[in-house]
């Protein structure tokens, strides 16, 4: 089965709203609305720049999609800093990224609000980009596929096989975010097949073989030919390299 390869930028706390709409517009100019038929373009920026980042590419009808970083599971209500499902929805976004590992280790999420956020998100037909990913001492520890299937398993509990199909999953090994050091090729390939292989124990083998999943961790134009050629690397979930044009679209044309 092929399946269409997605790039997606997380610009993490990154560019105020005027930066935002500038690096946006860098990106619309560099594209060609053709590309977009072949790879999916998600951009993430931080919250209050998702509306901006969203006219910049409707008014070049750039078909480039809109993610938030986060979201709050509850539809409503008492919870002081936080955004709802709705919220994002009425702004334009059509994805979301849950369970980053700066998300999980630096502000305490658990598996079970990454379920949580997931689950409400399929809720509202927004899709997931439920992000996994093992420690440095995990990996050392060689119990990296279990840990990561383990989190797979966690993030999909309870989720039917209709809904599942759209959620996108990123391996994000910690050691490799925006330290430079990626993950090799091999390594990659060999836990998003661990991966693969979860989903398709969870459902089955054709909804396993249609979701997509993304390696993350210091992927640059250098090196996404090698990572995004492994039969099950569908793309990337990139940092760095997305928050200049020139770098951004240079991963995209590599997925042409
Ligand atoms: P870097 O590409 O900066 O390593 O970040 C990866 C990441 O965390 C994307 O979500």
Known sequence: MTRKPIIA???????????????AQAISNRLEKDWLDRVDVIVCPP?????????????DRMNVELGAQNVHWEE????????????????????????????????????????????ALIAANMKPIICVGESLAVREAETHEEFVCAQVKAAFAGIPAAQAKSCVVAY???WAIGTGRTATPEQAEAMCVAIRQTLAELYDATVAEGMRILYGGSMNPGNVEMLTAQPNIDGGLIGGASLEADSFVDLIKACL
């Open 9 to 23: 930028g997380n610009w993490k706390m990154n560019k105020n709203y005027g930066e935002a709409v500038v690096l």
């Open 47 to 59: 919250f209050i720049d998702l509306k901006p980042v969203k006219t910049v590419f409707e008014f």
């Open 76 to 119: 409503a209500g008492a919870f002081t800093g936080e955004i709802s499902v709705g919220m994002l929805k009425n702004v334009g976004c059509a994805f979301c990224i849950v369970g980053h590992s700066e998300r999980r280790t630096l502000m305490g999420e658990t598996n079970e609000e990454v379920n949580k956020k997931a689950k």
């Open 172 to 174: 994000e090994p910690i």
